[in-house]
């Protein structure tokens, strides 16, 4: 043999072995676990994502009981008119847009609740696309029907092109606070 050159003993390949099945298993676990999080619920590892309306904040926020707990949910990649921020007056459309909400998510509904890339927002809520037992996508329905803007914040934009799409047909045809305010952010 040259000099410089030594072949690893077999205990050293054995020990590189080890260590290349470990690095292996690891990122597989971790593609796993961020498959789940990308849509396969909303929840910790062992939760479905099942939950239970408990109550409608405003037009794009919820209370559920998921589980033991009650938790607070931002649904993602939609805003609808401020109606709770003490900060701010009632915003156009959005007694309308929370109305509407409640009607599509009552106390007791059974929903869905799908994670996208970020489970928590800034605030500790829960961020999800929010599915009822019917499959309505109700994210989607509230952009339909013009209850509500598209307001993504990357990563989390899995359903983007989809609501997108949706407030162009909505503002298109004068939908909801398109038709009575002119669009969002405008104060009736």
């Given at each position: 043999m040259g000099a410089g050159l030594r072949v690893p003993s077999r205990r050293a390949r054995r020990r590189r072995?080890?260590?290349l099945l470990l690095v292996v298993v690891v990122?597989?676990?971790l593609a796993v676990r961020a498959r789940q999080g990308g849509g396969g619920g909303a929840g910790p590892a062992g939760e479905d994502g099942q939950a239970s309306v408990v109550r409608v904040v405003d037009g794009d926020t919820v209370e559920v009981r998921w589980?033991?707990?009650e938790e607070t949910v931002r649904l993602i990649g939609i805003d609808t008119p401020e109606t709770v921020d003490p900060r701010s007056p009632v915003e156009c459309f959005g007694e309308e847009a929370s109305?509407?909400?409640k009607a599509l998510l009552p106390a007791g509904t059974d929903v869905r609740l799908v994670a996208d890339v970020e489970p928590?927002?800034?605030y500790d809520r829960l961020l999800a696309y929010v599915y009822?037992?019917?499959g309505t996508f109700v994210n989607l329905a509230l952009v339909e029907d013009g209850y509500a803007s598209v307001l993504t914040y990357p990563p989390n934009v899995a359903h983007e092109d989809e609501l997108?799409?949706?407030a162009a047909r909505a503002r298109e045809n004068g939908r909801g606070l398109w038709g009575a305010c002119g669009g969002p952010d405008d104060e009736g």
């Open positions: 072995r080890r260590l990122a597989l676990v589980g033991a707990r109305a509407r909400t928590r927002d800034r009822r037992d019917d997108t799409a949706a």
